[in-house]
């Protein structure tokens, strides 16, 4: 076997993840939930910055425990490096440029390419966690400035909202959560009806994707497969196969 330097504590994890601070369930999906991908992923765990936190309040402040975080992801050995909310766009740019490996701090930096995917000529869907917190900086953040969308958020469920937005307690009915996000996506697409693709920016909508995708019958964009196709990426293997003998 090879010769390695060492130094790290843990090895062989692709994917780094910059994780806020939250105790309520992570169905598989769930950026937060090892489960949810087929390959493993070492957590940091960015303590004290919490979703309303960084929904509510994101100062430039809170910038600099999350490059503290992906520097130590990196010096672990991983590959890539994305966050456990989509609101994360905001340093995304920051974030890339202060690690040598590639940063995927959002979902929404898929809004791009579900655009040009699609054909380039209707808006992307966008389902978030809080339509009233999500800016154009948001946007500008991960390169989709002048991309049209069409927004829609979860801040007047009761349910998801109340757990999540509001950190209000831990208990989680993910049934009633699937209906609130079903609810939220057909206001979506009564509203948008030209919509050609959806990006969920929240990292909790990931386990109900295969239900909007049913609900909606558009192509969905979320962290999970983004994650995936980033391990994908980072992680080339040789092509297995057979070729006509020589």
Request: hydrophobic share 45%; charged share 15%; aromatic share 6%.
């Amino acid at each position: 076997m090879p010769i390695y330097e060492g130094g790290q504590n843990i090895c062989g994890a692709s994917i780094g993840v910059l994780c806020l601070e939250s105790y309520f369930p992570k169905p598989p999906g769930h950026i937060k939930n090892p489960s949810s991908l087929p390959f493993p992923v070492l957590y940091e765990m960015i303590d004290g910055i919490t979703v309303p936190t960084l929904l509510n309040n994101p100062t430039p402040e809170l910038l600099a425990p999350f490059i503290e975080g992906a520097k130590r992801l990196e010096a672990e050995g991983v590959r890539a490096i994305t966050g456990s909310c989509g609101f994360l766009a905001l340093f995304q740019k920051e974030l890339a440029a202060a690690v040598s490996v590639p940063v995927f701090a959002s979902s929404l930096i898929q809004v791009p390419l579900a655009f040009h995917m699609t054909g380039a000529n209707a808006p992307v869907g966008v389902l978030t966690a809080d339509a009233s917190a999500l800016t154009p900086r948001h946007f500008e953040g991960v390169g989709a400035a002048g991309i049209p969308v069409a927004v829609q958020g979860l801040e007047d469920t009761s349910e998801f909202a109340e757990v999540i937005l509001r950190n209000t307690r831990t208990r989680m009915d993910t049934d009633l959560i699937e209906a609130e996000v079903l609810g939220a996506a057909r206001r979506l697409k009564n509203q948008a009806l030209d919509i050609r693709s959806l990006v969920l920016e929240c990292t909790d909508l990931p386990p109900y994707a295969a239900r909007l995708q049913q609900e909606l019958q558009l192509p969905v964009f979320d962290l999970t497969t983004l994650a995936q196709m980033a391990h994908t990426v980072a992680t080339r293997e040789p092509y297995a196969g057979n070729m006509p003998w020589t």
